[in-house]
């Protein structure tokens, strides 16, 4: 355990640029008024976990119903 933290000591300068990074971005996914938001959102998850060497999809999961409102997910 000691070692992860050595680990998130040395680089959270880093991790809080990628907190600020997601953060900055109002994506409240059940709000239809921030869906344009929520879109980016996923698109800059992706590219940091890309950049991490996870591979990742986006799929279109089609339409949501939310406050009597369809809306395209993605």
């Known amino acids: 355990m000691e070692k992860v933290i050595e680990f998130l000591d040395a680089n959270e300068a880093k991790w809080i640029d990628r907190l600020s990074e997601n953060v900055a971005v109002a994506s ?11 879109i980016e959102q996923m698109h800059i998850a ?20 939310v406050l009597s409102q369809n809306f395209w997910l993605v």
């Open 28 to 38: 409240i996914s059940c709000q239809p008024e921030n869906r344009p938001q929520t």
């Open 46 to 65: 992706d590219k940091m976990l890309k950049g991490l060497g996870c591979s990742t999809e986006m799929v279109d999961i089609g339409k949501l119903l």
